[in-house]
């Protein structure tokens, strides 16, 4: 991603903004500090770390789930 100085993003605002919009990302810098990262209005959503719960009523756990294979396992074992 590049990253814009302030001053030539404001000389060069209309390119970077069709830059943009194809789908090329930039960052502003103010003094070398990013200020702001600017990308296309429909460029997906970053993911903020995991969501929880997010199959909740989706999955359900068989009330035998933790003995599932256990006549499987036990034969295993049985010389």
Do not use: Y
């Not at 060069?12 to 103010?30: C, H, M, T, Y």
């Not at 990262?37 to 999955?59: H, S």
């Amino acid at each position: 991603m590049d990253i814009i100085n302030m001053h030539d993003a404001k000389t060069r605002l209309s390119q970077l903004v069709d830059k943009a919009a194809k789908g090329e990302p930039f960052i502003i810098a103010k003094a070398g500090k990013p200020m702001a990262r600017v990308i296309a209005i429909d460029a997906p959503e970053p993911v903020k770390g995991r969501r929880l719960g997010f199959l909740k009523g989706q999955i359900r756990v068989p009330e035998d789930f933790d003995r599932l294979g256990e006549t499987d396992i036990a034969d295993s074992f049985e010389v």
